[in-house]
T-cell receptor, first 116, second 113 residues
Framework: ETGVTQSPTHLIKTRGQQVTLRCSSQSGHNTVSWYQQALGQGPQFIFQYYREEENGRGNFPPRFSGLQFPNYSSELNVNALELDDSALYLC???????????????FGAGTRLSVL | AQKITQTQPGMFVQEKEAVTLDCTYDTSDQSYGLFWYKQPSSGEMIFLIYQGSYDEQNATEGRYSLNFQKARKSANLVISASQLGDSAMYFCAMRESYDKVIFGPGTSLSVIP
């Protein structure tokens, strides 16, 4: 077990609604990354937070936003949900954002979002 | 352009046999890291093994080893003595900068009793 917890585990929303997903990072980790994993595909990087600041973003529209709190937990917010947003959302925590240190990301079990 | 290629969508292996899962990558960076993760049906991504681009020796972690061929840009995962619990999706991933990790499409491994 990694110590990374995500809530909720499952969520059903309708198109146009807004959703907030939560992640508690592993103790001692100050970096949280969020990924979207569509069915049958590898995870796609959404963004990363390091010490409460966004520290990199993938190819996702602005309606995907996030926060990191002083205790390094994090939220992913998605506005104006679309059907294609249905996916497993994974959170990963790591220590530091040093370029290319041996910096392993540890993942939570994910939140499975269904948009109807 | 695809950065990580895993050409085997699905693999079968007999219990107690060894299996190799292929991964090739594309990068112009000199310094990068390569990872393998296991994803059971429960969804959690489980870290298996890491190889740094400057590491001269192939990484090993228990039954997992990484066959790193830098010139060929390949980082194949070898699982020895397969167990039924090894049945899962396996993802090869690479980190180039600021901790952004890029994943491949995955290989589904089924271990047959």
């Amino acid at each position: 077990e990694t110590g990374v917890t995500q809530s909720p585990t499952h969520l059903i929303k309708t198109r146009g609604q807004q959703v907030t997903l939560r992640c508690s990072s592993q103790s001692g980790h100050n970096t949280v990354s969020w990924y979207q994993q569509a069915l049958g595909q590898g995870p796609q990087f959404i963004f990363q937070y390091y010490r409460e600041e966004e520290n990199g973003r993938g190819n996702f529209p602005p309606r995907f936003s996030g926060l990191q709190f002083p205790n390094y937990s994090s939220e992913l917010n998605v506005n104006a949900l679309e059907l294609d947003d249905s996916a497993l959302y994974l959170c990963a925590s790591s220590l530091g954002s040093a370029v290319l240190a041996k910096n392993i990301q540890y993942f939570g079990a994910g939140t499975r979002l269904s948009v109807l | 352009a695809q950065k990580i290629t895993q050409t085997q969508p699905g693999m079968f292996v007999q219990e107690k046999e060894a299996v190799t899962l292929d991964c090739t990558y594309d990068t112009s960076d000199q310094s990068y890291g390569l990872f393998w993760y296991k994803q059971p049906s429960s969804g959690e991504m489980i870290f298996l093994i890491y190889q740094g681009s400057y590491d001269e020796q192939n990484a090993t972690e228990g039954r997992y080893s990484l066959n790193f061929q830098k010139a060929r840009k390949s980082a194949n995962l070898v699982i020895s003595a397969s167990q039924l619990g090894d049945s899962a999706m396996y993802f090869c991933a690479m980190r180039e900068s600021y901790d952004k990790v890029i994943f491949g499409p995955g290989t589904s491994l089924s271990v047959i009793p």
